[in-house]
């Protein structure tokens, strides 16, 4: 079992930044590949970042490419989204997922999931 819970959301003017952490407890984090997910009201959810458990493998949407960084800290069991540029269609609720293998569509492929965070961006 892994247990997710992010933080660092909050709002923000558009053109600025946020970090959003996601902190992992339970089993060998290393082992997980970590996504980071976004969801609007009335939208469907939609993958952000996801990144590999070594940390050699990335992948971004293309409406964050250049903006938003995932990075990782394996001895500290956390997942990070570095959010910059941000903008109003930016603003949800923002997940970190783990999954057991690589991967980065669909949502059913991951194993867990946090309660996620709001992340709202004013213009």
């Known amino acids: 079992q892994v247990q997710l819970v992010e933080s660092g959301g909050g709002l923000v003017q558009a053109g600025g930044s946020l970090r959003l952490s996601c902190a992992a407890s339970g089993r060998t984090f290393s082992g997980f590949a970590m996504g980071w997910f976004r969801q609007a009201p009335g939208n469907e959810r939609e993958l952000v970042a996801t990144?590999?458990?070594?940390?050699?493998?990335?992948s971004y949407a293309d409406s964050v490419k250049g903006r938003f960084t995932i990075s990782r800290d394996n001895a500290k069991n956390r997942v990070f989204l570095q959010m910059n540029s941000l903008e109003p269609e930016d603003t949800g609720v923002y997940y970190c997922?783990?999954?057991?293998?690589?991967?980065?569509?669909?949502?059913?492929?991951?194993?867990?999931w946090g309660q996620g965070t709001q992340v709202t961006v004013s213009s």
């Open positions: 997922a783990a999954a057991s293998r690589w991967t980065r569509w669909p949502p059913r492929d991951y194993d867990y």
């Open positions: 990144l590999s458990g070594g940390g050699g493998l990335t």
